[in-house]
């Protein structure tokens, strides 16, 4: 509900009255930290509201054997886990990297359908693979999430099992690998305290409020001294790394979320919002910043490659024999590398005005013998 109380307030100032990009919220956590089911929640929520708000939903687990909710892109409908797994001749995580890897080269397609329906959907929610580092720290986890940042405002949900971090050595763990993920991406970052219902976060709060509670517990939950009564390595290094984190957390956003029972999704969608503005001010700017950076790199680059080819022509003008190999010939056909259009990613959702979506592609069939192109 705050999200669309947040949305209907600013109706009326003037930067709305362009209709407002919808925020697309990647979520991304460890193992069993709860991802998909805070995707049926949040995606629940929205469809609850008057009126509702129904998400474009995209699941990027290839290896996920049931989804909770009904996903508008599913990259299980182009890429067959299984089937790569065995013509690659991989184990299970390789398998994920590779479909993903897959997925990847298509994801201009992806990204196609959704701007298509940026202008009927408020949050894009892009669910990812269970094994977090897949996601986090490949190529294509890169490339997808700069891709989607790059179209659309962006955020981050980093769901934590709080059951699972009730140990500060846990804790401080899960906190550095989100930190890492924020410097990764540089994107807007909340963290979503998940399972309230079985351990309230307060504690969690806690200790990112005041690292002296944080580093008190640390000092209840091992031995801080060795025999000798110095300070262990671990206690040494616990401490230092808890200060360098009370940096990252007043940077940070939390909230807690239940997503077994609803509690704390209006937190969270407030917090979207909030980032939705963050995008704006920070994010965004530094990303026109680092593209006419990066425009004015290739440009160069263009430039002196032009200037290098100039230079062999004037050598090769000199050897008759090369000139004429090299003219081109307007009769010969070009390659065209261009697949003339042709789209095999499904949109399973309402196909819109014009739209031909082959149903028949849908799912992979047993008789249909694919060769997955060979990684290189
Ligand atoms: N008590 C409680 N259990 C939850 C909550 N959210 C998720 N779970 C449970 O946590 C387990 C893992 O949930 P999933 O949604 O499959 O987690 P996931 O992160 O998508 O899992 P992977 O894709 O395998 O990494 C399931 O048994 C859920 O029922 C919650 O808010 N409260």
């Given at each position: 509900m705050a999200a669309q109380e947040g949305q209907e307030s600013t109706g009326s100032?003037?930067?709305?009255?362009?209709?407002?990009?919808?925020?697309?919220?990647?979520?991304?956590?460890?193992?069993?930290?709860?991802?998909s089911t805070f995707v049926q929640r949040i995606n629940a929520h929205l469809h609850s509201l008057t009126p509702p708000k129904p998400p474009y939903i995209l699941n990027l687990d290839p290896a996920v054997a049931n989804v909770p909710f009904e996903a508008n892109i599913d990259i299980r409908d182009t890429i067959d886990y299984h089937e790569v797994m065995k013509q690659y001749n991989l184990g299970p995580n390789g398998g994920i990297l590779t479909a993903l890897n897959l997925f990847t080269t298509k994801f201009d397609q992806v990204l196609d359908l959704v701007e298509k329906r940026a202008e009927n959907v408020d949050y894009v929610i892009v669910d990812t693979p269970g094994q977090i580092e897949i996601f986090t720290w490949s190529a294509s986890g890169a490339i997808i999430t700069d891709a989607i940042a790059t179209a659309l405002p962006?955020?981050?949900?980093?769901?934590?099992?709080?059951?699972?971090?009730?140990?500060?050595?846990?804790?401080?763990?899960?906190?550095?690998y989100a930190c890492s993920i924020l410097y990764k991406t540089k994107l807007p970052f909340i963290v979503v305290f998940n399972k309230t219902d079985a351990q309230p976060h307060a504690f969690a709060l806690e200790w990112m409020r005041d690292f002296e509670v944080f580093q008190e517990a640390l000092a209840t939950h091992q031995s801080t001294t060795d025999d000798e009564?110095?300070?262990?390595?671990?206690?040494?290094?616990?401490?230092?790394?808890?200060?360098?984190?009370?940096?990252?957390?007043?940077?940070?956003?939390?909230?807690?979320?239940?997503?077994?029972?609803?509690?704390?999704?209006?937190?969270?969608f407030e917090a979207v919002e909030a980032s939705r503005d963050e995008y704006e001010k920070e994010y965004l700017p530094e990303l026109v910043r680092m593209r006419a950076q990066r425009d004015a790199t290739l440009q160069k680059q263009k430039e002196d490659s032009t200037a290098r080819m100039l230079?062999?022509?004037a050598v090769d003008r000199a050897n008759h024999t090369f000139t004429a190999r090299d003219r081109w010939n307007p009769n010969?056909?070009?390659?065209?590398?261009?697949?003339?259009?042709?789209?095999?990613?499904?949109?399973?959702s309402?196909?819109?005005?014009?739209?031909?979506?082959?149903?028949?592609?849908?799912?992979?069939?047993?008789?249909?013998?694919?060769?997955?192109?060979?990684p290189a």
């Open positions: 100032s003037s930067s709305s009255r362009i209709r407002k990009k919808p925020v697309c919220i990647i979520t991304i956590g460890m193992a069993g930290s709860g991802k962006t955020v981050i949900a980093y769901v934590v099992d709080t059951p699972r971090t009730v140990a500060p050595a846990t804790f401080m763990s899960n906190m550095l009564g110095s300070p262990t390595y671990m206690n040494s290094l616990m401490n230092s790394m808890s200060l360098v984190l009370d940096e990252f957390y007043k940077h940070l956003k939390s909230v807690g979320v239940s997503s077994m029972t609803g509690d704390g999704v209006s937190d969270f230079a062999d022509l010969e056909e070009e390659e065209d590398e261009d697949d003339g259009g042709e789209s095999n990613i499904i949109d399973r309402a196909p819109w005005p014009g739209q031909y979506i082959d149903l028949t592609q849908a799912r992979r069939r047993e008789d249909q013998d694919t060769t997955w192109p060979r």
